[in-house]
């Protein structure tokens, strides 16, 4: 079943500016970390040489606030991140509430990067770094919904077929017949999250839910 959701409705569960959990998310890998360490520091550290050096200037202050944005790059940057994902979510014309069942769930090993490296023999061969995946599909009563995709944790070996579950689909026609967009997923039987991202405010969620679907 899908609940039409009004717009001051789905801004209540999905907020403009960046959460805490959102901020972690989009915070990355440890490889994404470093370089966003990389980028903070010599950024920070040049526009402050610079500034150094225009001290007699008029755009002294300038380049000193320059580096400062810099140096809080590691913060600001997730943050800017995060909040423009939720920007892009609430940006189509209609979105609803799932009110549906896990009609399949099953994990697929993924290739997450590929680089060369040389052999003990010196010839360059091409490595795979795999990643395990869980794949949840979705139905309601009128069949296929759409499919949440998100890595894989111990904690999801509970999901099992015919599990309620409760998401957000977005779509530019009234009549959902093509869904651009679905946010992480509430399974209330086992009240368990899942979702490569926490574009919903979970507990304004879930007390939605209960609102909407058992009143």
Request: contains cysteine; proline residues 4%; aromatic residues 12%.
């Amino acid at each position: 079943m899908l609940l039409p959701i009004k717009t001051n409705e789905i801004n209540k569960l999905i907020p403009a500016v960046a959460t805490g959990p959102q901020f972690n998310s989009a915070l990355g890998n440890p490889q994404k970390i470093f370089q966003r360490i990389m980028i903070s520091a010599i950024g920070g550290v040049i526009t402050l040489l610079i500034s150094q050096s225009q001290v007699t200037s008029q755009f002294y202050s300038l380049w000193l606030v320059f580096g400062v944005v810099f140096i809080l790059y590691i913060l600001w940057g997730p943050i800017l991140e995060a909040s423009r994902k939720n920007s892009k979510f609430k940006s189509y014309s209609f979105s609803a509430l799932v009110d549906g069942y896990i009609s399949d769930v099953y994990v697929e090993d993924r290739v997450e990067n590929q680089q060369e490296q040389a052999n003990k023999e010196g010839r360059l061969e091409l490595v795979e770094k795999r990643r395990s995946w869980v794949v949840v599909n979705i139905e309601d009563e009128d069949g296929y919904v759409a499919n949440i995709n998100f890595p894989l944790q111990n904690k999801f070996n509970i999901l099992r077929k015919g599990m309620r579950i409760n998401c957000v689909v977005l779509s530019n026609r009234r009549d959902f017949g093509n869904i651009l967009a679905i946010s992480d997923a509430w399974c209330p039987e086992v009240n368990l999250w899942i979702g490569s991202y926490p574009y919903l405010l979970r507990p304004a969620f879930e007390e939605f839910v209960n609102m909407r679907v058992l009143n």
